[in-house]
């Protein structure tokens, strides 16, 4: 994962020029973003994801192909600014107690892994005829997942709240503190592991930086908990209280990469971890889901930043010049960590799909390789050939990371099948594994005359509630696992995953059904769901859910046949409660010389 990228990676420089001698950063950036984005569009016309594509222009704007060259050491920190923001957001999500909960299976997983991993990386180096050192530092550099493209994958499939993303995000925090140790105790380590002056090692000369580097870490632990826990939630209230959004951004901004510089300055801890824990410490304040919602853009926009900078790595000759070490090496990270991965997780008795989602997302190398590669490299601890074989393979297993998913997809989506064939229950509704949603052609509700639900939420919830006391048969379309999971306890009939997805209105029956009611909060979102139903049929009532004007005239300009606006409710609903109250005011009050004469 990340830590502070060195500029020594500087593979850049040694072919050719960057174009635009000026403005390095600007010319990075907007080459980086525009090519991406082409790239990433293309791709996804072909369905691949469009990761692959920001990958490849990674290619195009790198040394190793003709054409404008960007500079190597500007993309990495931007790369890193992403890493930074990534983790914030990730923290945002996670709770000291998430993170406790999961160490009984994260700890163990993370080490067996990586140590399967320097195992077999070092027998892979000893074939190729390195010594042991350089094979041990070869397979450290194949044990580590990357942060980015983890992240990504749980946040494409709404994993991140789910039990196995929690696994997978703790699991990663392991990962991340047992590489911070590793690079500091590298340099101490390399007299020890270079044969020629093992002899001569001073083995009490390591007590002293690993005791530092503990110490560091959990200084800085206890520094958050004490410190941050208090200041950071008490400087975002206050800037909410401003009223400034502009400014609310800037703090939430300036908290998750001042954190996370001052970590890395002060205490010696990776970027990568420091913004998780500002993070951590903002999850419990009410406003942290405001804050993750405010770094959402700057973060996709530099995490497709820290793709393009992996792809400039990339020399594609290695591919003709070293087919089998190569092949052994992407084996090592796509089949022999992922194994390991399996075998833990499946030990410590979690079902076969949580043990091969985890097992998918950690099949990859990413940031951490290459700043290990660098430092293996400067303390002759890793040869050339090494390090090229350790980028192409962090290349090509990212690229090949969404192929693993769908492959893991289609595997769950058959056992799913298999299962529900086998409990012959009859015209089930359509329902599918959380993650396999939208992947698979979803069979079409037995359904009519029923009310489709996007949502069960606060709203949707109340709805579904009194459309069943009343006898009308309901099917729900919802997303959060939690949510699917308690509806299909209940026995509701429910299909699970993103109601804009294809397919997923056809499955509802939409065609056949009495309306649908779209109950989401976004009406962005709302308005493609408005669009496809309405698509299917021109005279489905459908009724959407909206918070402003401009956004029931989207929903309505898409094809809903009502808007309901939340606010313009709950004022209704006030104004109601007050009603008889103010009525009560507003009556003149009887006073003496008002008194009825008659008595
Ligand atoms: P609330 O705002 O409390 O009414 O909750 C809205 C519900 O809608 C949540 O449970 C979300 O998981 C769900 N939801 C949001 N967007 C979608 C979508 N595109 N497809 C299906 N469910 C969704």
Redesign the pocket.
Known sequence: MGSQMPAGISLASAAKCPVHHNTPLISTVVVGLVLAFVLGALVQRVRVSPLVGYLLAGVVMGPFTPGFVADQNIANELAEIGIILLMFGVGLHFSLKDLWSVRAIAVPGAVVQISAATVMGWALGWALGWSTGKGIMFGLALSTASTVVLLRAMQERRLIDTERGRIAVGWLIVEDVAMVLTLVLLPALAGLMNDDAASNFDFSALAWPIAMTLGKVAAFVVFMLVVGRRVIPWILHYVAHTGSRELFRLAVFAISLGVAFGAAILFDVSFALGAFFAGMILSESELSQRAANETLPLRDAFAVLFFVSVGMLFDPAIIVKEPLPLLATLFIILFGKSLAAFAIVRLFGHPISTALTISASLAQIGEFSFILVTLGVSLSLMTDRGRDLVLAGAIISIMLNPLWFALLDRFLAKREAAKSTAETIGAEPAVADEGTATREPLPVSPLTGHVVL????????VVSAALRQAGTPVLV????PG?IERLREQGIEIIS????APD?LQAANVGAARGLLV????AF??GQ?VAKARGISATLPIIA?AHSEEEIAHLKHHGATSVIMGEQEIAKAMLAQIAGSVAAALQPKPTEGSQPSAA
Do not use: F, K, Q, T
């Open positions: 996007v949502g069960h939420g606060r709203v949707g919830s379309i919802e997303d959060n949510i995953g993103n109601a804009a997923m109950a989401i909060p976004d979102e709302g769901i859910r």
